[in-house]
């Protein structure tokens, strides 16, 4: 199904028919996919999956990153970042986010704080290039347990994914249980003010802000096994509306991680399933479907490939 010579001419709105194999990615096991945009070529960070088999827990020590220009060849850029190049975690390179701006890229990830802190924390890691490498840019975390301690507990602070607004006004969402939102400095690399909290029903974690036309969107997983569900807004500070679920289980890999783009006239729904012949929920890998918007801004639900 891969077109190599579409890709080499490029597509358009008139090929929304093609559509590569899933999982999109076959050489690495790879999770929680964040893509960027960036200079006409879509980057896609990834978690790395390396547990053995299903039975007992993620192993993630590093985030790659693969880069494409037709959404179905990927070129292995490597790994921009690993747990290990935060001096104040512990290891759990899970879920990430990473945006442009004023040319410098900004990598905000989830990582386990070391024993100074409970739990998990975020971070941020700063580059002048979409592929890295990405340096910490604070030292410490730029979100942590001890900062939200009305509600805290071991998982809430992970999976962030930061927004910019039309406006240049940056913000950051996250949250296992909570989910939560702050707005960020002009340096990226600092919350501005206080952090909200969200009411999304049946909230697990995996937030993702986008826009699309007028309307701004956030999508999360629901439930356990998770789907992804979505809310609309007016406004990136909303308030919100919920407005149902994007698509059913991912297949055999329990969570379910959504990042959601706009590229050569198509919009892609790009997440994770257990899809390779040894996958599960810790050895995952990222799968890419056509996203369709209807006229009044609502989202059909994503038919996966694996449907
Ligand atoms: O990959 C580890 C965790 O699984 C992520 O942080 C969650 O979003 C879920 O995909």
Same mark, same amino acid.
């Given at each position: 199904?891969?077109?190599?010579a579409?890709? *080499?001419?490029?597509?358009? +709105?008139a =090929?929304?028919?093609?559509?590569?194999a899933?999982?999109?990615?076959t050489?690495?096991l790879? *999770?929680?996919?964040a +893509?960027?945009?960036y200079?006409?070529?879509?980057y896609?960070?990834?978690?790395?999956?390396?547990?053995?088999?299903?039975k007992?827990f993620?192993e993630?020590h590093k #985030?790659l990153v693969f880069?494409?220009t037709?959404?179905?060849n990927?070129?292995?850029?490597?790994s921009p970042?690993?747990?290990?190049?935060?001096? #104040?975690?512990?290891?759990?390179? #899970?879920?990430?986010?990473v945006?442009?701006?004023?040319?410098?890229?900004?990598?905000?990830?989830?990582?386990?704080h070391d024993?100074?802190?409970?739990?998990? +924390?975020?971070?941020?890691?700063?580059?002048?290039?979409?592929t890295?490498?990405?340096?910490d *840019?604070?030292?410490? =975390?730029l979100?942590?347990?001890?900062?939200?301690t009305d509600?805290d507990i071991? #998982?809430?602070?992970l999976?962030?994914? *930061? @927004?910019?607004?039309?406006d240049?006004?940056?913000?950051?969402?996250?949250?296992?249980t909570?989910?939560?939102? =702050?707005?960020?400095k002009?340096?990226?690399i600092?919350?501005?003010?206080?952090i909200h909290k969200?009411?999304?029903?049946?909230f697990?974690?995996?937030?993702?802000a986008h826009k699309?036309?007028?309307?701004y969107?956030l999508?999360?997983a629901?439930? @356990?096994?998770?789907?992804i569900?979505? =809310?609309?807004s007016k406004?990136?500070?909303?308030p919100?509306e919920?407005?149902?679920?994007?698509?059913?289980l991912a297949?055999?890999?329990n969570t379910?991680?959504q990042?959601?783009?706009?590229y050569k006239?198509r919009s @892609?729904f790009?997440y994770?399933?257990g899809?390779?012949?040894?996958?599960?929920s810790?050895?995952?890998?990222?799968a890419?479907?056509?996203?369709?918007?209807?006229?009044d801004?609502?989202?059909k639900?994503?038919?996966?490939t694996?449907?």
């Amino acid at each position: 199904k891969v077109l190599t010579a579409m890709a *080499a001419v490029g597509f358009t +709105a008139a =090929a929304a028919t093609t559509q590569a194999a899933n999982p999109a990615i076959t050489e690495v096991l790879t *999770a929680d996919p964040a +893509a960027m945009v960036y200079d006409d070529t879509v980057y896609l960070y990834t978690g790395h999956d390396e547990a053995k088999d299903n039975k007992s827990f993620y192993e993630m020590h590093k #985030w790659l990153v693969f880069s494409s220009t037709d959404m179905v060849n990927w070129k292995n850029e490597g790994s921009p970042l690993a747990a290990k190049d935060f001096d #104040w975690a512990k290891g759990s390179a #899970w879920a990430s986010h990473v945006v442009e701006k004023d040319g410098k890229f900004y990598f905000y990830t989830t990582v386990r704080h070391d024993d100074t802190k409970p739990g998990f +924390a975020i971070g941020v890691a700063v580059s002048d290039s979409p592929t890295g490498p990405f340096k910490d *840019a604070l030292g410490k =975390a730029l979100i942590s347990n001890d900062m939200t301690t009305d509600t805290d507990i071991d #998982w809430d602070d992970l999976d962030p994914a *930061a @927004f910019i607004d039309d406006d240049g006004q940056a913000y950051l969402f996250w949250g296992n249980t909570k989910p939560r939102w =702050a707005r960020l400095k002009d340096n990226m690399i600092e919350l501005d003010g206080p952090i909200h909290k969200l009411d999304l029903p049946d909230f697990t974690e995996a937030l993702y802000a986008h826009k699309h036309g007028d309307y701004y969107y956030l999508t999360y997983a629901m439930g @356990f096994p998770e789907k992804i569900g979505y =809310a609309m807004s007016k406004s990136i500070e909303g308030p919100w509306e919920y407005k149902g679920i994007l698509n059913e289980l991912a297949g055999n890999s329990n969570t379910n991680h959504q990042s959601i783009i706009d590229y050569k006239g198509r919009s @892609f729904f790009i997440y994770h399933t257990g899809g390779t012949p040894k996958g599960g929920s810790y050895r995952r890998s990222v799968a890419i479907d056509d996203l369709y918007y209807n006229e009044d801004g609502t989202i059909k639900r994503v038919v996966m490939t694996s449907e």
